[in-house]
């Protein structure tokens, strides 16, 4: 049932969200002359409805997170049997609760490789720099007190707290906060041939290789990569890469970090993003999808000889989070992981990939500015571009990305526009992975008639 809400009370809403809340990645000056762009107030399935009743196709997930959809009344009912019967407890000095423990098991079942144990946290950010701790207190024990360095790569988004933030590679995220981690450093990305040694190669210079040569192995500690790249604009990394990356790291004594945020829990058609190209990373970060968003968790995996390691040891870890292993978030998160299961939502996104890259055949064939198109699962996107047989971006004024997000929100479709980068125009597309065939191509559809549109304001 919607319940939307009277004109004025719409209106009053609008007045105290522009007096009282700063909103993420959101201009203030503009936010002030404009307010907010919606107020969601509910949702069901694939769609949200906001509070004047106006229903949209959510068409990325919300943040890539939402993979069961809203409303789902199950995992309603595991946080309520849950929060009715202990709210919280906490994880620290070695307390407690089955939901923790129940979960953690079953994360580790579904995880590659020898990945056996996780720390939780409460959302991605905080999962790459525990990553980051983790690794640099792997190393401590070890005795390699030096490798304290972590190696990210451009157009990386690995989140906002100062570590994580420091690594996301998207230039138009450090204009925040001004002072970066020092031990953090931004290698070029995607380029197979120079993590394989090719020096030749005019993208060696900056590649993560040469990066280890000049800052020098004994001082890093890890590599964090996202298997697909999300925020950055959808950029799938190349066959080949991420074992070239490993192999690197293996022969350089440096633990992978993989960043499964996004990835991880069914999005790209497989448990998890490294799955489609069967690497093992050391450690392993996730958050949205494990709960779909309908509490807050994230966590952070490691392989036996990390936890082995650990284990040999009598230091504390001395790091956590109140929220570390939440009782409710981990009932949400094992009510999930069974319903993705049960309902074969894996298989589901593996089968909608078909049906959205005949939708990007078809939108290829009919106009000339659509480039690129990539699916894997249901993490997909296409570029805009001036000319795409000769890979020529449109000129920085022409907003084409933009453009066509916003021809579809117009027509009730929510996508998301990449345009960090100069020239790049990008729009993501990243539905629940409970999407039909039937949705997939009314997306399409919308996406169609917006490029039909952007192609007469030429
Ligand atoms: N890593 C990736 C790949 C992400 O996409 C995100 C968020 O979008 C994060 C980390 C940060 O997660 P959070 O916003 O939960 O801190």
């Known amino acids: 049932m919607t319940i939307s809400q009277t004109l004025s009370e719409i209106q009053e809403l609008i007045e105290l969200d522009k007096k009282h809340y700063l909103h993420p990645t959101t201009v203030p000056k503009l936010f002030q002359e404009k307010g907010p762009k919606i107020i969601?107030?509910?949702?069901?399935?694939?769609?949200?409805?906001?509070?004047?009743?106006?229903?949209?196709?959510?068409?990325?997930?919300?943040?890539?997170?939402?993979?069961?959809?809203?409303?789902n009344e199950e995992l309603a009912k595991a946080a309520y049997d849950q929060l009715?019967?202990?709210?919280?407890?906490?994880?620290?000095?070695?307390?407690?609760?089955?939901?923790?423990?129940?979960?953690?098991?079953?994360?580790?079942?579904?995880a590659p490789g020898d990945l056996c144990a996780i720390f939780y946290t409460s959302g991605g950010s905080e999962s790459n720099d525990t990553a980051f701790k983790l690794a640099r207190f792997y190393w401590n024990l070890k005795g390699r007190q030096t490798k304290k360095k972590i190696i990210s790569i451009t157009r990386s988004y690995h989140g906002a707290t100062v570590s994580a933030g420091s690594a996301t590679?998207?230039?138009?995220?450090?204009?925040?906060?001004?002072?970066?981690?020092?031990?953090?450093?931004?290698?070029?990305?995607?380029?197979?041939?120079?993590?394989?040694?090719?020096?030749?190669?005019?993208?060696?210079?900056?590649?993560?290789?040469?990066?280890?040569?000049?800052?020098?192995?004994?001082?890093?500690?890890?590599?964090?990569?996202?298997?697909?790249?999300g925020a950055g604009g959808v950029h799938v990394s190349p066959d080949g890469y991420l074992k070239a990356v490993k192999d690197l790291c293996k022969a350089n004594e440096i633990l992978l970090i993989a960043d499964e945020v996004i990835c991880?829990?069914?999005?790209?058609?497989?448990?998890?993003?490294?799955?489609?190209?069967?690497?093992?990373?050391?450690?392993?970060?996730?958050?949205?999808?494990?709960?779909?968003?309908?509490?807050?968790?994230?966590?952070?995996?490691?392989?036996?000889?990390i936890r082995d390691t650990l284990n040999e040891h009598d230091q504390i870890l001395g790091h956590g989070f109140?929220?570390?292993?939440?009782?409710?978030?981990?009932?949400?998160?094992?009510?999930?992981?069974?319903?993705?299961e049960r309902d074969n939502l894996i298989g589901n996104a593996k089968n909608m990939e078909l049906v959205l890259k005949n939708g990007f055949d078809y939108l290829a064939n009919k106009h000339k500015h659509f480039a690129k198109p990539r699916a894997i699962g249901l993490l997909a996107g296409f570029d805009l571009q001036a000319d795409p047989d000769t890979d020529t971006p449109f000129e920085q004024s022409i907003r084409a990305?933009?453009?066509?997000?916003?021809?579809?929100?117009?027509?009730?479709?929510?996508?998301?526009?990449?345009?960090?980068?100069?020239?790049?125009?990008?729009?993501?597309?990243?539905?629940?992975l409970i999407i039909n065939k039937e949705e997939v191509e009314e997306i399409i559809s919308i996406v169609d008639d917006a490029l039909t549109a952007f192609e007469k304001t030429l």
Request: hydrophobic share 40%; charged share 20%; glycine share 10%.
């Open 264 to 305: 991880g829990f069914g999005r790209t058609g497989q448990w998890f993003g490294v799955d489609n190209w069967d690497v093992v990373p050391d450690i392993m970060s996730v958050a949205k999808g494990i709960t779909s968003g309908y509490a807050q968790l994230g966590g952070v995996l490691v392989n036996k000889e």
């Open 40 to 71: 969601f107030q509910e949702g069901k399935g694939i769609r949200v409805t906001d509070v004047k009743g106006d229903t949209y196709i959510d068409g990325v997930s919300m943040l890539w997170n939402v993979n069961l959809g809203h409303g």
């Open 84 to 110: 009715s019967t202990i709210a919280y407890s906490s994880s620290f000095y070695s307390y407690s609760n089955p939901n923790a423990v129940r979960l953690a098991q079953k994360v580790v079942s579904v």
């Open 169 to 229: 590679g998207i230039e138009a995220f450090h204009n925040f906060a001004g002072s970066r981690d020092i031990d953090i450093i931004n290698a070029r990305g995607h380029v197979t041939n120079c993590e394989l040694g090719d020096k030749t190669d005019s993208n060696y210079e900056g590649c993560i290789r040469d990066t280890i040569e000049k800052v020098g192995a004994e001082n890093i500690a890890a590599v964090i990569l996202e298997p697909i790249q």
């Open 401 to 432: 990305a933009a453009f066509v997000v916003e021809h579809c929100f117009n027509n009730k479709l929510i996508l998301r526009a990449a345009d960090f980068e100069e020239g790049k125009n990008i729009v993501a597309i990243a539905p629940p």
């Open 322 to 340: 109140t929220y570390s292993g939440h009782p409710t978030a981990c009932a949400v998160a094992l009510k999930n992981l069974e319903i993705i």
